[in-house]
């Protein structure tokens, strides 16, 4: 069952005559190295909001609104695939991120997060399942944020699989309670870190300290974008701040990303919140201001943009664009601002070294950057 208004016959009949979409002709963007081709590859999904690459090519994509999908390089998708939990899609909740087991291939383990909904209110949670063509099997839920609240705002959430078999879960500090994000009774505005299966990694920064044993970082506001840096293999997020005050951020197990005692942005409509910088509290590697409401992230490894190698590209909602962060080392040196024209909410790395973007819109779109040379 999921919590959402069920479609007319009408309805249900134009949204799937809509969801078989070839791929359009491609637009052409200028770029600091040479133009790039933007194609389009599917639409007429609902708000989609993370996605996945399977082994055959196709992609699993959710859409917020509480479908997890298949979508073919032909631009088809499929029907939604059956037995996913109980989800409430209520504001920024919904069906959220999505990835697979690092040994997918022998176990169809698909991992996915949503907003969880019980009597008390809801919160973020993860769950996994064996993929079996159009159905979901051995549902678990792995983890579950606490505490259960009724808001509709700041749930993260990415999921991120380590090279030596931990799963971080990024989260949001649910906007009402931010002053959480500081404390470690709560998963509000932290990142934490768990085996696969949900237990609890004895090697965590907080096990045997008051609080919650599977926190690694806290001090976040509301993180949605994560990758493992391609060198080093570290985490690196990004989160959404007020008004002003994004954030990139290498992070780490046991730091304190200061939200809200300290940010660079201010409340909605103005207001102050707090000073820029406090001992103990990590100052972002890179910030946005004014905002540019940053969804999705993946560091470029291909090689279809050779100038891109290295490169972080951090989607944003706000400013419907791509920018290209240049790294050395732990420092951004320059970005550059790839317009899209549409709200872009995943970013992801294709196997044919393409990037792939979602655009969270009612007529979603499965999106393809390529060289135009390609």
């Known amino acids: 069952m999921h919590l959402l208004p069920k479609l007319s016959l009408t309805a249900t009949a134009i949204l799937l005559a809509s969801l ?50 298949y979508v073919s390089m032909d631009g088809s998708i499929s029907e939604p695939i059956a037995g ?31 907003n969880e909904p019980t009597p008390e209110g809801s919160s973020t949670a993860v769950a996994r399942a064996r993929l079996n063509g159009m159905q979901l099997e051995q549902l678990e839920v792995i983890f579950s944020a606490q505490p259960k609240m009724r808001s509709r705002h700041h749930f993260g959430s990415r999921l991120v699989f380590t090279d030596d078999g931990y799963l971080f879960v990024t989260l949001g500090d649910r906007g009402s309670r931010r002053h ?33 044993d599977d926190i690694w970082s806290y001090g976040h506001r509301n993180i949605q974008g994560a990758d493992l840096h391609p060198q080093t293999r570290q985490l690196w997020t990004h989160e959404h701040g007020p008004q002003g005050g994004d954030e990139l951020n290498l992070t780490e197990a046991a730091k304190n990303y200061g939200w809200p005692t300290i940010t660079y942005g201010e409340e909605y409509g103005g207001g102050h919140i707090g000073p820029t910088a406090k001992e103990g509290m990590e100052q972002p590697v890179h910030q946005w201001t004014p905002s540019i409401a ?60 393409a990037v792939y973007l979602l655009t969270d819109e009612p007529n979603g779109k499965v999106l393809q950057l390529k060289p135009a040379s390609e």
Do not use: C
């Open 294 to 353: 940053p969804s999705g992230m993946v560091f470029y490894t291909g090689e279809l943009f050779n100038d891109w190698q290295g490169n972080a590209l951090v989607g944003a909602l706000r400013y419907q664009l791509i920018a290209r962060l240049v790294m050395d080392g732990n420092t951004v040196t320059h970005e550059e601002r790839i317009d899209i024209g549409m709200r872009v909410r995943d970013v992801r790395q294709g196997p044919d070294g």
């Open 180 to 212: 959480d994000a500081q404390t470690l009774d709560t998963h509000h505005g932290k990142v934490v870190r768990l085996y696969p299966d949900g237990t609890i990694p004895q090697s965590n920064p907080f096990v045997g300290r008051d609080g919650l």
């Open 84 to 114: 996913l939990p109980d989800i409430l899609v209520d504001g920024q909740g919904g069906l959220l991120d999505v990835a697979l087991h690092p040994e997918f291939a022998s176990n169809q383990w698909v991992y996915f997060s949503y």
């Open 20 to 69: 078989v979409q070839t791929q359009s002709q491609a637009q052409t963007i200028d770029t600091e190295h040479g133009p790039i081709q933007l194609n389009t590859i599917a639409e007429g999904l609902q708000h989609p909001w993370g996605m996945t690459f399977l082994p055959d090519g196709r992609m699993l994509v959710t859409e917020r609104t509480a479908n997890l999908r």
